[in-house]
C-alpha cells in the first residue's frame, strides 16, 4: 500500500471543499449539524489555509486514490500557545480505516512538526478517541497525558504530547 501525504495548494481548495463536507457529514451525528438550503455543510474550516501561514494542509493519497486530508495548526486551539502544534482536522475516509492508514499519516504529520502537540477529541466522538489514544500512545511510546476541556468554546479531551525531545532514531516510523 503507497501512502502519500501531500502539501495542499491553493488550486485544491475545491478538492479539499468536496472532501470537508464527508468529514462534517461524520460530525453531524454529534453535533446535531444540518445541511445548508445549499445541500452543503460549508467549508468553513478551511479558512485560511493558503492565507495564514501557521495553518498547513495536506491530501492523503492511498495507491494513487484520494483517502483524506489533514490540516495541522501551528497554534494551540485550547491555550492560544503559539509554540504548540494543533491538529486541526484529520479524516481518513471510512474505506481506508482499519488498515493502519490513520497511524502512519498521523505519524508523519507529527514528525514533520517537530513541536508541542494537542490532538482534541468532542467528548461525544468515542471512537475518536480511542483511535487517537492508540496513536498517540503508540507513536509516543506512552509518553502524553490527556486533559478535559469544557468552556464556551470546545467540551472534548485533549492528548498532549512534546516529540521535541526525541532524538531521530527514537522517532517511529511504519
Avoid at 483517502?67 to 503559539?82: K, M, N, R, T, Y
Avoid at 503508540?138 to 476541556?149: D, L
Wanted: one cysteine or more; a negative charge; hydrophobic letters at 40%.
Amino acid at each position: 500500500m503507497n501512502i502519500e501525504i501531500i502539501e495542499a495548494r491553493p488550486q485544491d481548495q475545491s478538492i479539499l471543499s468536496h472532501l470537508i463536507e464527508l468529514y462534517l457529514y461524520d460530525f453531524s451525528e454529534f453535533m446535531g449539524w444540518d445541511v445548508g438550503n445549499d445541500g452543503r455543510f460549508g467549508d468553513d474550516g478551511l479558512k485560511g489555509c493558503w492565507t495564514e501561514p501557521w495553518r498547513h494542509p495536506f491530501l492523503v493519497k492511498v495507491d494513487g486514490s484520494l483517502a483524506g486530508f489533514v490540516i495541522a495548526d501551528g497554534h494551540s486551539q485550547l491555550s492560544g500557545d503559539e509554540h504548540t502544534m494543533d491538529m486541526g482536522e484529520f479524516f481518513i475516509l471510512r474505506k481506508y480505516r482499519r488498515q493502519g492508514i490513520g497511524y502512519r499519516v498521523a505519524s508523519f504529520i507529527f514528525d514533520l512538526f517537530p513541536s508541542k502537540w494537542e490532538v482534541r477529541q468532542l467528548a461525544l466522538n468515542v471512537d475518536a478517541q480511542t483511535f487517537w489514544r492508540k496513536v498517540i500512545n503508540r507513536y509516543t511510546n506512552n509518553q502524553f497525558y490527556e486533559i478535559s476541556w469544557n468552556n464556551e468554546h470546545y467540551c472534548g479531551v485533549a492528548q498532549l504530547f512534546n516529540n521535541t525531545i526525541k532524538t531521530p532514531t527514537q522517532l517511529v516510523r511504519v
